[in-house]
C-alpha cells in the first residue's frame, strides 16, 4: 500500500507530464500550423505571379543569389517535389517580373506586388517594362533579405527609392533607364552594403558624387550615358574597391582622370564616347591593375599605342572608330603579342 507521499508525487508527475504533453502538441501545432500558413501564402503569391507571366525561382533551382542555373537533383527530390508540391519544400528566392513585348502587360501593376512581398526569403528581385509605379514600391520594405534588385518602373521623382532605406544586406542594385536623378540617389545612401550599381542612360549628375564615394564596397559602379563631367572624378576616386567602372558616352575630357589613380584594383575601364584624348590615356598606364580599357569613339591618335605599352597587365585596348590607323596598330600588334588592340 503506497503511503500519501509516493501518492502526491505519482500525482505530481502525472500533471507535469501531462502538461508538457499538452504544451508539446499546443508547440508542434503552432509550428505545424505557421509553416501550411506561409506554404499557403507563398503558393498563393506564385500563381498571382505566373497569372502575370512572371517567373519565380525556388532555392533548388538557382546555384547563387544572381543565377537561374538548376542543380542536378537527386531523384528522390523530384518525386517528393512532385508529390507534395514545390511551396512545401523550398522558399521562392527569385521573382522575375517583365512587361516588354507582354501582351497582358497592363495588368502586372501595384496589386502585384502585395503578394511578391509576402515572400520573406526573396534575395533576388527584377521588375522592368510593367506598370508598377512608386505605389507598388512600398513594398519593398518589407524584402528585409534581399540581395539583388533590378527595377525600372513608373514611380514618381523623390519617392521611388525612398522603399529602399531599410535594405540593408542589398548588395546589387540596377535602376538603368529608370527616372532615377540626384534626390533620388539621396534614398538609396543607407544601403552601404552595395557591391554593384548601375545608373547607365538615368539623370544623374557630378553632384551625386558625394553619395556615391559613400559606397565604399562598390566593385561596379556604371555611370555610362548619364550627365555627368570630369567634376565626380574625385569622389569616385575615393572607392579604392572598384574593379569595374564605366564613364562611357559622358562629358569626360580626360584633364582630371588623376583623380582616379587611387584606384588601384580597377580592372576594366570604359571611355567609350567621351572627350579623352592621348593626354588621358597617358594618366590611365599609371593603373596597375587595369586589364582592359574602351576607347572607342574617341579623339586618341596612334601616339596612344606607345602609352598601352606602359600597362603591364592590359590585355585588350579598343580603340575603334578613332584617329588611331590600321597600319600603326599592325605595327605595334607585331610588337606586343601578348597585348590586342582592337582597333580600325
Known amino acids: ?49 505566373e497569372s502575370y507571366e512572371g517567373r519565380a525561382v525556388y532555392e533548388f533551382e538557382t546555384d547563387s543569389d544572381a543565377k537561374f542555373d538548376m542543380h542536378e537533383l537527386p531523384e528522390w527530390f523530384e518525386h517528393t517535389v512532385e508529390l507534395v508540391g514545390r ?64 527595377v525600372s518602373c513608373h514611380w514618381q521623382r523623390h519617392k521611388g527609392l525612398v522603399y529602399l532605406k531599410n535594405l540593408s544586406n542589398l548588395q546589387k542594385l540596377y535602376l538603368e533607364t529608370s527616372p532615377v536623378d540626384d534626390a533620388d540617389l539621396h534614398c538609396a545612401a543607407n544601403n552601404r552594403s552595395l557591391e554593384v550599381l548601375d545608373l547607365s542612360h538615368t539623370n544623374i549628375t557630378s553632384a551625386a558624387g558625394p553619395v556615391l564615394a559613400g559606397f565604399r564596397k562598390l566593385r561596379d559602379l556604371n555611370l555610362g550615358s548619364t550627365k555627368i563631367d570630369d567634376s565626380i572624378l574625385k569622389d569616385i576616386g575615393s572607392l579604392e574597391s572598384l574593379e569595374i567602372l564605366s564613364l562611357a558616352d559622358n562629358r569626360i575630357t580626360g584633364t582630371r582622370l588623376q583623380g582616379i589613380l587611387n584606384l588601384k584594383s580597377l580592372k576594366i575601364l570604359y571611355l567609350n564616347g567621351t572627350d579623352v ?27 596612344s599605342l606607345a602609352f598601352l605599352e606602359q600597362m603591364p597587365k592590359c590585355k585588350r585596348f579598343w580603340c575603334r572608330q578613332t584617329r588611331v590607323t590600321k597600319d600603326a596598330v599592325n605595327k605595334w600588334q607585331k610588337k606586343q603579342s601578348s597585348k590586342r588592340v582592337i582597333g580600325p
Request: hydrophobic fraction near 45%; charged fraction near 25%; aromatic fraction near 8%.
Open 1 to 49: 500500500m503506497q503511503s500519501p507521499t509516493s501518492r502526491n508525487r505519482l500525482t505530481n508527475w502525472l500533471r507535469f507530464s501531462v502538461r508538457q504533453m499538452i504544451g508539446g502538441v499546443f508547440l508542434f501545432g503552432s509550428i505545424g500550423g505557421w509553416l501550411i500558413a506561409q506554404e499557403r501564402t507563398q503558393r498563393l503569391a506564385v500563381a498571382a505571379i
Open 87 to 150: 511551396d512545401h519544400v523550398a522558399n521562392v528566392v527569385a521573382v522575375e517580373l517583365y512587361g516588354i513585348e507582354n501582351s497582358r502587360t497592363d495588368q502586372a501593376d501595384d496589386s502585384l506586388m502585395e503578394p511578391v512581398a509576402k515572400l520573406f526569403r526573396l534575395k533576388r528581385l527584377t521588375i522592368r517594362g510593367t506598370q508598377i509605379s512608386d505605389e507598388g514600391l512600398r513594398n519593398l520594405a518589407y524584402l528585409k533579405d534581399l540581395r539583388f534588385l533590378e
Open 277 to 303: 584624348t592621348d593626354r588621358g590615356v597617358k594618366i590611365l598606364a599609371k593603373l596597375p591593375a587595369l586589364e582592359e580599357v574602351f576607347l572607342d569613339q574617341t579623339s586618341i591618335t596612334d601616339a
